[in-house]
């Protein structure tokens, strides 16, 4: 087991790795920008290197930095958290060549699944169903043609792509030239890759996620799912386990197709499966992020198993001492998450200092967060400051329990998006189970319009 870990991350989840690695046993190191000098994550570390400006590409994503203040404090590996690095396969290469340990797979395994076009091949050669659409397009000419073949409404993707970036819902061939060179400039500035691939566009549907955890022994099992279809320009908002949609079959074999996915590129390290499920009960494999989720208290909740804790164990090559029939699910969980935003001035961003903060608590409430009493937000990184979490004994429970800590949670000298969470939950279509990803479209229209 490692001695020590370098947390190359900021914010909640390098609090939340430094948290259980403190369990554990093993000693921590802080990095941080300068705009971070006073951030929780510095001041629970044991140690702390400031690795550069305020601004990311200055700080957080100085490899060079980074890697010597590993080496300085003699860390024998190095977590990511997730966003970053995480799945930044030339950062990994690099761990590797110093010989410190990246808490994750390994950079050819990144470079594969991070290659949507390789990826998708792969699953699809595995038996695992994938959402109709093409390999990655040559030129704008014979993309069209591809397009009319697929059919409309259908998606552009970067093979690259992550956070929503690289994305263009094309409607019509009229629309399809504009969306295809917006889709590649954006791609080519994020990722430095504009390749891109045409997905059909299904709609409705939900988006459901299967947390893995691998080992280096061939060992894989699945955490169960969660449904993450409350998003907004296709970034999440809520998520929940089990999904209220599915079926224990369609569970079962979404599951299965999981763990064949992680077996088919001999994956290790905590991962997820994306996938698709669409009305008529179909589900299409979307993409495998390869590495520790948002969301990942919500299995937490519902499975006992701290998932921080044994990405870290598998890292140091320890097997797993569970089987597939071993895991159990108890209860309901749902996950809200909080950001330093104004929903009613089109989510404008919300930073400065905090001059008041209550914390939610109960059994089985969790408040993620690097906030204190006199932190001062600052406007660089992104706007998530927290996530509450509950487990209730079912579903209704579970939103009743969710309101009820909401509502205690106060957080003053800084808008924040608390009131937008609950009025969510008490939507007859989050009631009933059957929001899909265009949930918030409808949302937001009711929501002003009552306002208006």
Known sequence: MFNKILIANRGEIAVRIIRACREMGISTVAVYSTADRDAMHVKLADESYCVGGAKVSESYLNMPAI??????????????GYGLL??????????????????GPTSEMISLLGDKDKAR????????????????LEDVGSAKLLAAEVGYPLLIKARSGGGGRGIRLV???EEFENAYNSAYAEAEAAFGDGALYIEKFLKPVKHIEMQLLCDKHGNAICLGERECSVQ???????????????????????MKAAVAAAHAVNYNSVGTVEFLYDKDGNFYFMEMNTRL??????????????????????AAGIELNRKQEDVYFHGHAIECRINAEDPDNNYMPSCGRITGIHVPGGSFVRFDTALYQDYMIPPFYDSMIGKVIVQGRTR???????????????????????????????????????????FMEGFEKRRADQKN
């Open 67 to 80: 890697l010597t203040a590993a080496v300085e404090s003699g860390a024998q590996a190095i977590h990511p």
């Open 86 to 103: 995480s799945e930044n396969a030339k950062f990994v290469k690099l761990c590797e060549e110093c010989n410190i340990e990246f808490i």
């Open 121 to 136: 091949k792969t699953m699809r050669n595995a038996g695992v169903p994938v959402t109709p659409g093409t390999d990655v």
């Open 171 to 173: 409607s019509s061939e």
């Open 232 to 254: 907004r320009h296709n970034q999440k908002l809520i998520e929940e386990s089990p999904s209220p949609s599915i079926s224990d079959e369609t569970r079962k074999a979404m």
């Open 293 to 314: 989720q948002v969301e990942h208290g919500v299995s937490e909740m519902v499975t006992g198993m701290d998932i921080v804790q044994w990405q870290i164990r598998v």
């Open 396 to 438: 209704e429970l579970a939103i009743r329990k969710m309101k009820m800590a909401l509502s205690e949670l106060s957080v003053l000298g800084v808008k924040v998006n608390r009131d937008l969470m609950i009025d969510i939950l008490s939507e007859e279509e989050f009631l009933d189970g059957s929001y899909t990803t265009d």
